[in-house]
């Protein structure tokens, strides 16, 4: 049993989904870029909104790199990323544009990576094992990401707040984001 215990490719985190971003993305900080294997607690990183916030958590998450795991590659320049940026299926991405206000009413949305893959310029890469950084403030952040806007992991208080008010379909708690969140297939909508 401690085998199974102590195997790093077991998610015994208490996040329900997997976020992050992979080894070796670059982040941009008060330093200027740096890569995400070496960032630590109290960095400064630049956020789209609110300037160089400090650095309050950093979770990693090892698992098999396969089926619902399996990281989303966005190839260079399609989000303004200056290298192909590989993140979790769950994690989001900031997206503007027409489409997102005549969509959706907003000059700017998140979307889940997984949403957008389209079989060319965004695709599943499996990988026999993943590990997922993501990064913590405050408040729900933008940061960037081989320049390519992302979000930074929801603060514990609102991933608390979430757990409180359950998973339950059609539950929207918007003022926790950064941005407004559109899920699921009205992501299409936004084709890259």
């Not at 989001?92 to 060319?120: C, D, H, I, K, P």
């Amino acid at each position: 049993m401690s085998e199974l215990l102590s195997d790093p490719f077991l998610n015994a985190s208490p996040v329900l989904v997997a976020t992050g971003l992979t080894a070796g993305t670059s982040i941009e900080t008060a330093n200027g870029n740096r890569t995400i294997d070496w960032l630590r607690l109290g960095d400064l990183i630049e956020t789209l909104d609110d300037g160089l916030q400090p650095l309050r958590s950093i979770n990693r998450q090892k698992m098999f790199g396969k089926g619902g795991n399996a990281p989303i590659r966005i190839a260079s320049g399609v989000l303004g990323n200056v290298a192909p940026l590989l993140l979790a299926p769950q994690h989001r991405v900031l997206m503007s544009g027409w489409q997102a206000e005549l969509y959706f009413g907003q000059e700017e949305v998140l979307v889940e990576a997984r949403s957008l893959v389209n079989g060319t310029t965004v695709t599943r890469e499996v990988v026999a094992h993943v590990e997922y950084v993501s990064l913590g403030f405050d408040d729900h952040q933008i940061i960037l990401a081989h320049d390519a806007p992302v979000e930074s992991d929801l603060p514990h208080h609102a991933l608390s707040f979430r757990h409180a008010i359950g998973q339950c379909a059609g539950t929207r708690t918007p003022q926790l984001l950064a941005r407004p969140a559109v899920e699921g297939n009205q992501a299409q909508l936004l084709s890259l």
